[in-house]
């Protein structure tokens, strides 16, 4: 049986147009959910954003409209549209965009073993 929150395997989507703004909002859609991490999009109305906390999982943030301050260990970045940020687990880090945005959010759950 497939899981009713990931998107049809094995056909286009247009990832954007899975979230829509909500006054006052953050809005979040589940793409993929595993044991090893997941994917979400995300759209946050002006104003709204993310506070600063610590994950346990690498994530990578990849804009898909707007542009944002993605702090990371106390370092500024402004990431637009097109571009995507890697986040190590373990940092601090907060959201805030500037004006409506969305973003596609990669969590990875962390392990010591290396890939050959």
């Known amino acids: 049986m497939e899981n009713k929150t990931e998107l049809e395997k094995s056909k286009p989507h247009f990832i954007a147009g899975l979230v829509n703004y909500v ?3 953050v ?3 589940t793409i993929v ?3 090893s ?3 979400s999009v ?8 993310l ?3 610590t994950s346990p ?3 990578f943030a990849q804009v898909i409209e707007g542009d944002a301050e993605i702090v990371i260990d106390k370092v500024s970045n402004l990431v637009d549209s097109g571009q995507g940020i890697l986040i190590p687990s373990g940092s601090s880090n907060s959201i805030k965009p500037n004006g409506r945005f969305k973003m596609i959010l990669i969590n990875l759950k962390t ?3 290396k890939l050959p």
């Open 23 to 25: 006054l006052d909002s």
């Open 27 to 29: 809005v979040v859609k």
């Open 33 to 35: 959910k595993k044991l």
């Open 37 to 39: 991490g997941n994917i």
């Open 42 to 49: 995300m759209a946050f109305d002006k104003g709204e954003g």
């Open 51 to 53: 506070t600063e906390k």
């Open 57 to 59: 999982f690498d994530s």
């Open 111 to 113: 392990t010591d073993k």
